[in-house]
């Protein structure tokens, strides 16, 4: 394999669990759910490739795949030919359990795969056979209703959620995909039961306010709206749904200056998928699969944390399983930096930019890193680099600005602090860092500015930077007093 064939499987795993290829799928096999009486053949194992630094590969022979499916009356299984070896071990080992017809779980297994890899045909497929192999089961009409409100299939996904909640009621995510559907199609009455219904089964999550807000506004009564979409928020400050049309009910408030602050932060939150990323069958399909989308869905829970050992180990196995994703080996590098790891953490940069040599990021988090381990030098070299190349990333001018104040080279400091307070006037050490080497640099009335800026950025009397600029404002006092 040549290296531009190799980099183009690793960008194609870094971006997505498997590459997968929308095609016209033949439908036309024995889809019977009957119990076979002949063992099948032995399925076509995938074929998985180490790449040096990268992580490993698995390679599917997707005809073969097709023609087994094909003698065993299966459907087409989902049209992937490299992936993560888990994600084909599940795939491979739901087939194998499906053609014995044995139970619901290989037909389900295979939906569940085929849904994570977005192959909606496979999973519709598989996930009927599922259904008609176990009536009784909630899970699988609800996959099903998730599908079909994925591809905009409004009326099927309307009738498998509610078909799925008749056979579990405990499943409140249904609730919440059906309140946006039925907003969607302009019942606001049945989006509300639902809505409602969600909110009260979910209290610490916002989707439900969120919804109510949004039926509100459609009903015109935007106070009301304003009422829930504010409880949302206050629920998850940072959710760009709440916060979004918390700033349109403003809007029809009249409010401008409330709405264009909502509307104005909500363009800088990420956007995000609304259902996924709280859906506990969504996180069981991904455990499933075998996906390291699942492991990251286990890391998203502990970033705020601060448990820089669990995360780091489960960013190493998640870059066991994802080849060539350079940015989680470049997060990986911050966490054994927090952990004084520095050896593993230059070692996770020196593999990541064998991938991406010149991406600046990269040479930023070099940077912070040489400034840890206070190889000064070293650490502004690697910030030039950086911020050469995207001068707008506050990280390399805050690593410049420290390095070179703990030179004590304030001047030179001082250029590069005033840039970091420019990128990101909420820095309160920048703004500490910057007072400080003016007031070396006998600009006492500059720097007591900083000190004030630092005090107004922390609330609490207690935090370290408080204490410092309280200590240089009676300083800079003391001294003027002492010149007069």
């Given amino acids: 394999m ?12 870094a971006v ?32 998985v490739e180490s790449i040096e ?8 022979d997707l005809a073969a795949l097709q023609d087994w499916c094909r003698e065993n009356g299966l459907p087409p299984p989902p049209n992937v030919r490299e992936c993560e070896p888990g994600i084909a071990d599940a795939l491979t080992k739901g087939l194998a359990n499906a053609a014995k017809r044995q139970s619901d ?27 008609e192999a176990n009536p009784r089961e909630g899970r699988w009409p609800y996959y ?44 606001l009455d049945a989006a509300w039961k639902h809505a409602e219904r969600y909110a009260r089964m979910m209290t610490r999550d916002s989707l439900g306010y969120v919804l109510l807000g949004r039926i509100m506004i459609e009903r015109a009564d935007a106070a009301e709206a304003v009422r829930y979409l504010e409880a949302a928020v206050d629920k998850s400050p940072s959710d760009f749904q709440a916060v979004h049309y918390l700033g349109k009910a403003y809007l029809k408030l009249g409010q401008m200056d409330e709405a264009q602050e909502r509307l104005q932060f909500a363009s800088t939150l990420p956007k995000g998928n609304w259902f996924n990323s709280r859906d506990p069958l969504w996180a069981e399909a991904l ?52 952990l004084g790891r520095y050896d593993d953490a230059h070692r996770m940069l020196d593999q990541a930019q064998r991938i991406e040599p010149t991406l600046s990021e990269l040479h930023s988090k070099r940077a912070a890193l040489f400034l840890a381990e206070q190889k000064y030098p070293e650490a502004l070299a690697a910030a030039d680099l950086a911020i050469a190349g995207a ?50 640099l006998g600009r006492a009335d500059e720097a007591a500015d900083c000190f004030h800026r630092v005090l107004s950025l922390i609330n609490s009397p207690d935090d370290p930077l408080v204490k410092s600029a309280t200590q240089n404002l009676a300083l800079i006092a003391a001294e003027s007093e002492k010149n007069q």
Avoid at 8 to 13: G, L, N
Avoid at 391 to 404: K, T
Wanted: glycine letters at 8%.
């Fill in 144 to 187: 099903l209703g998730a599908v079909a409100q994925d591809i905009g299939s409004t009326e099927v996904a309307i009738e498998q959620l509610e078909r799925a909640l008749k056979l579990n009621a405990d499943l409140a995510m249904a609730h919440a995909r059906l309140g946006q559907l039925f907003l969607d199609s302009g019942d």
């Fill in 16 to 47: 997505c669990a498997a590459a997968v290829l929308v095609i016209p799928a033949c439908r036309d096999a024995d889809n019977s759910s009957s119990t076979r009486s002949i063992e099948p053949t032995r399925i076509p194992q995938p074929r």
């Fill in 287 to 338: 455990d499933a699969s075998g996906s390291s989308m699942g492991l990251v869905r286990q890391l998203e829970a502990i970033l705020a944390t601060r448990q820089w050992e669990d995360m780091a180990s489960l960013m190493e196995r998640i870059i066991e399983l994802r080849a060539g994703d350079f940015k989680m080996m470049a997060n990986l590098a911050d966490v054994y930096r927090k």
């Fill in 391 to 440: 001068g707008s990333d506050v990280q390399p001018w805050s690593v410049r600005g420290r390095a070179l104040f703990i030179l004590k080279r304030y001047a030179e400091a001082e250029v590069a602090l005033r840039k970091v307070v420019e990128l990101n006037g909420a820095d309160a050490q920048g703004w500490h860092l910057l007072g400080v080497s003016l007031h070396a």
């Fill in 53 to 60: 630094s990268c992580g490993r590969i698995a390679h599917l």
């Fill in 105 to 131: 779980a290989g037909f389900g297994l295979v939906g569940q795969v085929s849904y994570v890899l977005q192959d909606f045909d496979a999973a519709r497929a598989y996930l009927t056979l599922a259904a």
């Fill in 2 to 13: 040549n290296q531009q064939s190799k980099r183009q499987i690793m960008v194609r795993c």
